[in-house]
């Protein structure tokens, strides 16, 4: 998964990439550990004790090679047949009914608004049920399992009762010929029974196997590169560059400067690409067609953590984890110091506000950042970016929840930071454009 970020996990359902990595991962350690282990006890006791039962005479150990087959193969098989993609369902449908239950948990204040609380409530029964019932299902099945090997087992048992109580009445084996062929089948079920209960979850491991081998043998978008020889920072371009995401065309023939101690503003429509073209600045997707250059060198050619390290990127929505204010922006730079963090965050019009906090830096931020507005929360994704301090600052609508106030002290903060280096800013705002020195404006993935 690691090597598919971001783009190939961008559109995938969460839900299953979750249940991927946990339940079909358990189920394939249980194969391992659980599984294979005794299935090799299972056939090396059984083919002693066919040796040893039919020491006494041929029929009786081809009847406890029958029985163990019987039990050991054949019922596990037909059983997995039988039960087939219950496995499947329920997990496809248990993991359906943690997404839905998070959405809605996220989604409270527009059910609310909307007034669509039944709706939901009605939804979220109605997986509830499809999964109650599958579950259902499979526990009848593992019932019938066990009933139906229980049943296998008596009836083999019984066999070797009248066989072996056949040869003893013609004479042809003495009695323990009778007795001890029969303790010994009657108590070496164990490891037969063990392969019994497998048939449940026979085809789900297998089904799983496939779900994790899927994505490892996914191609990433994008190759990580290593073992080029590092660049020293001089601006960047984007020479003709064409993108689709797969279907249209977002961006159709882009050439474009960023120069070095320059700030270039991009403005236009929403949708029309801005953000994309960060994305393939990033090296996040790869274009179509043409090339982007930072420092006169293909970004092909660049090793990714050195790219990487040479640019900056604010994403359009700032993302948060649940942790200290510190430590959210001290991930733009593991190693920094606390002054270097009050610094960035004076940049960013930050700090004001975080000495207002009861614990100052040190306050825990709740999940997704749901413990502060929309502008504290892009103020930080701005203190990163200032942290990083990278050469190449790519910053997607850094202020369009800010107010004129810390507009102001950020612009001002920019213009400072341009110096030996490039910013690039998406904006809406003309306001923040003002600071621009070249400003391009996009229409439906063109520059004009
Ligand atoms: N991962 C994706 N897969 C498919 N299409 C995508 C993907 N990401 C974006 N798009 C589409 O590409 C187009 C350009 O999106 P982009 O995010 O670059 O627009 P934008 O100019 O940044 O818009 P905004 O101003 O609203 O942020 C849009 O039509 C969008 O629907
Ligand atoms: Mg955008």
Redesign the pocket.
Known sequence: MRKLCP?KL??RDKGDLISLITSDVELLEVFYAHTISPICIAILTELVMVTFIGSYHWSLGLLALAAYVSVGVILPVIISKISGTIGDEIRSQSGGLAAYVLESIRGLDETIQYGNGQQRLEGMNKKTNELSLSQGQLNKLTGYNIAIANTFILVFDTAMLLLSAYLYSEGITDFSGFIIPLIALMSSFGPVTALANLGTTLENTIASGGRVLDIIEEKPETEEITGKQSVKYSGADCDNIIFS???EN?LENITIEFPENKIVGII??????????L?LMMRFWKTSSGSIHVSNTDIENINTADLRNMESYMT?ETQLFKDTIANNIRIAKLDSTDEEIITACKKASLHDFIMTLPDGYETQVGELGETLSGGERQRIGLARAFLHNADLMLL??PTSNLDSLNEAVILRSLKEESAGKTVVL?S?RSSTLRIADIVHS?KN?RLS
């Open positions: 783009a961008e559109g995401y797969g279907g977002v236009g429509r929403s949708g029309c690409g801005k953000s994309t073209l994305k359009q997607d609508e998406v809406h996009m993935g």
